[in-house]
């Protein structure tokens, strides 16, 4: 069993930045990929970003290119997500993931954990 927690969300203005980060405890942490998901109200659950288990290969969606950037410490046992230029369609509820394999994946039913959520919200 793998225990995740977000933390770090909030509310920014857009143009703003915010990092989260999810502590893991559990597992080994560097045998699990980890992946970041984000449901806004009214909307299924979306891909953002995921990273192997090494962070050598990264992944993101299209609206997080150049602006979203994950990344982890496998000595710490967390991964983040620093998210910059930040805008009002980017409100929701992110979710860290993780899944026993060497990389990540877009698909949300492919994960095995799943924290509680940080919420994020941008104000125009």
């Known amino acids: 069993q793998v225990q995740l927690v977000e933390s770090g969300g909030g509310l920014v203005q857009e143009g703003g930045s915010l990092r989260l980060s999810c502590a893991a405890s559990g597992r080994t942490f560097s045998d699990y990929a980890m992946g970041w998901f984000r449901q806004a109200p009214g909307k299924e659950r979306e891909f953002v970003a995921h990273i192997s288990r090494s962070g050598g290969t990264t992944y993101y969606a299209d609206s997080a290119k150049g602006r979203f950037t994950i990344s982890r410490d496998n000595a710490k046992n967390t991964v983040s997500l620093q998210m910059n230029n930040l805008k009002p369609e980017d409100t929701a509820v992110y979710y860290c993931?993780?899944?026993?394999?060497?990389?990540?994946?877009?698909?949300?039913?492919?994960?095995?954990?799943w924290g509680q959520g940080t919420q994020v919200t941008v104000s125009s």
């Open positions: 993931t993780a899944r026993p394999n060497t990389f990540g994946s877009s698909t949300a039913n492919e994960y095995a954990y």
